[in-house]
């Protein structure tokens, strides 16, 4: 069984003409830079046309180069270390990082909502809002945005609970009461995390739901989850751009929000109270006459 189209490559390269083997041993190389290489940069620098590059793709069962050089891509993001990341960022950011950054971003958003399953998305609704407890996890930089969903369920429901992990059994000791009626919200992105693919399953074996948040169907968290909401995630630098699951968990809680209207409504209006009492957020600043 193939992970990634790497392996699918290698499995299948000693099969292949001289031509694609060509190709198929720069790509194995060299997928750090290749994978955002056009058809013909990339048949320049394996010493082959560029029609012999686009053939190689179909060879593959591929609908053209540009389904290649995506798989090429998400296996990179896999693979990558953090020193090669830096090193592979200075060629694609260019002058105008900003710019670059954001269109990226932009495109990532665009894709997620365009392949996002809304049957899947209200499946794991339905199951937030019936669950006995939901547990929530995510580690490094996936710590962030489980942290942010965190903060809003704990304000919409009374069951909320998030698991920390700092390695070992912990996050296992966390996790002990997890039962089936319960809920884990699991989130993980490459370089994947094997402790919160090891808490889903452990999850999933005490008969609780697992919503993984992720970015592909064959993430290691997808395997044992009820849901799948998949959100496509890149490299900014070194750093991974989180910018399209955050924008899955913003829908995941106005969904909530949605569903248990008129509590969240008695707890918001209590929360203000309380923020006004106790002078929680400063008030705007006015001008004097002097100013």
Not at 112 to 121: K, V
Not at 155 to 172: A, H, L, Q
């Amino acid at each position: 069984m193939q992970n990634d189209i790497l392996d699918l490559i290698r499995e299948k390269r000693d099969g292949m003409s001289k031509g694609h083997r060509l190709v198929a041993d720069y790509l194995l190389e060299h997928f750090e830079s290749a994978a955002y290489m056009t058809a013909q940069t990339l048949g320049t620098a394996a010493g082959v046309s560029e029609s012999t590059v686009v053939r190689f793709a179909a060879e593959l069962g591929l609908d053209g180069y540009p389904m290649l050089q995506q798989k090429v891509q998400d296996a990179s993001r896999h693979r990558l270390t953090s020193v090669q990341r830096i090193k592979l960022s200075e060629m694609r950011l260019g002058d105008d990082i900003p710019g670059n950054v954001l269109t990226s971003d932009m495109e990532k958003i665009r894709y997620t909502m365009e392949n996002l399953s809304r049957d899947s998305f209200n499946r794991a609704i339905d199951a937030i809002d019936n669950a006995g407890n939901i547990y929530i996890t995510g580690v490094r930089s996936s710590a962030a945005l489980a942290q942010f969903l965190y903060y809003y369920l704990d304000t919409i429901y009374d069951n909320v609970k998030f698991i920390r992990s700092s390695g070992g059994s912990e996050i296992f000791e966390q996790l002990m009461k997890i039962k089936e009626n319960d809920v884990m919200i699991a989130i993980s992105f490459p370089r994947y995390s094997s402790n919160i693919a090891k808490a889903a399953a452990f999850a999933a074996s005490a008969g609780a739901k697992v919503i993984a948040i992720t970015d592909s169907v064959s993430s290691p968290i997808a395997r044992c989850a009820a849901e799948v909401l998949t959100a496509r995630s890149d490299m900014a630098s070194f750093a991974d751009s989180l910018v399209a699951p955050l924008s899955i968990i913003n829908a995941i809680i106005a969904a909530a929000a949605n569903k248990r209207q008129s509590e969240l409504s008695a707890t918001l209006g209590r929360l203000e109270g309380v923020w006004e009492e106790y002078e929680v957020y400063g008030a705007p600043h006015r001008k004097s006459e002097d100013e």
